[in-house]
T-cell receptor, first 115, second 112 residues
Framework: DSGVTQTPKHLITATGQRVTLRCSPR?????VYWYQQSLDQGLQFLIQ???????AKGNILERFSAQQFPDLHSELNLSSLELGDSALYFC??????????????FGEGSRLTVL | DQQVKQNSPSLSVQEGRISILNCDYT??????FLWYKKYPAEGPTFLIS?????DKNEDGRFTVFLNKSAKHLSLHIVPSQPGDSAVYFC???????????FGTGTSLTVIP
């Protein structure tokens, strides 16, 4: 158990809909990362927050947004969903950000299926 | 643009033999490298890391080698065990960056 909690574990929805994925980082971790893993793809970095502020942005679509709340949990919002958004979405946390971040601790992922 | 590449999607090894998983990167600014292991229906778990100031780091059966001039790293597992069967991801980051770049993974199967 990494200590990172993601909900829901599975989600099935239709094209055009909007969903919210939730992540609770490990106790004490200030930094949250979101990754997308599509079929046969590696982990694609989406976005990172540190103590409530956005710190880095990767290949995140404009239809996607995220935020980190004062209690440090984070939400990833996916809107106007398309079939190609079907993927496993991972949240990871770490204590620090930037230099000497150390390793990331991953949640079990949220599997999104868009029909 | 895949900055971290794992060119072997899969690898099969006999139990007790050595498993060698390879990873190449393109960004010379990367200076911290990690290997993660992922079982089905679970998130990736950290396995071992190496800083660019070293060329080798060992932890039990796992050793990571870094060749900076070739922009190549490898993970050696000796001896391989059936429980090592999983997908292994290589990742890299830079000292000044907040991003970790992951490869596409190599699925290792250790045959009893």
């Amino acid at each position: 158990d990494s200590g990172v909690t993601q909900t829901p574990k599975h989600l099935i929805t239709a094209t055009g809909q909007r969903v919210t994925l939730r992540c609770s980082p490990r106790s004490g971790d200030l930094s949250v990362y979101w990754y997308q893993q599509s079929l046969d793809q590696g982990l694609q970095f989406l976005i990172q927050y540190y103590n409530g502020e956005e710190r880095a942005k990767g290949n995140i679509l404009e239809r996607f947004s995220a935020q980190q709340f004062p209690d440090l949990h984070s939400e990833l919002n996916l809107s106007s969903l398309e079939l190609g958004d079907s993927a496993l979405y991972f949240c990871a946390s770490s204590v620090r950000t930037g230099p000497n971040t150390g390793e990331l601790f991953f949640g079990e992922g949220s599997r999104l299926t868009v029909l | 643009d895949q900055q971290v590449k794992q060119n072997s999607p899969s690898l099969s090894v006999q139990e007790g033999r050595i498993s060698i998983l390879n990873c190449d990167y393109t960004n010379s600014m990367f200076d911290y490298f990690l290997w993660y292991k992922k079982y089905p229906a679970e998130g990736p778990t950290f396995l071992i890391s190496i800083s660019s100031i070293k060329d080798k780091n060992e932890d039990g059966r796992f050793t990571v080698f870094l060749n900076k001039s070739a922009k190549h790293l490898s993970l050696h597992i000796v001896p391989s065990q059936p429980g090592d069967s999983a997908v292994y991801f290589c990742a890299a980051s830079s000292y000044t960056g907040n991003q970790f770049y992951f490869g596409t993974g190599t699925s290792l199967t250790v045959i009893p």
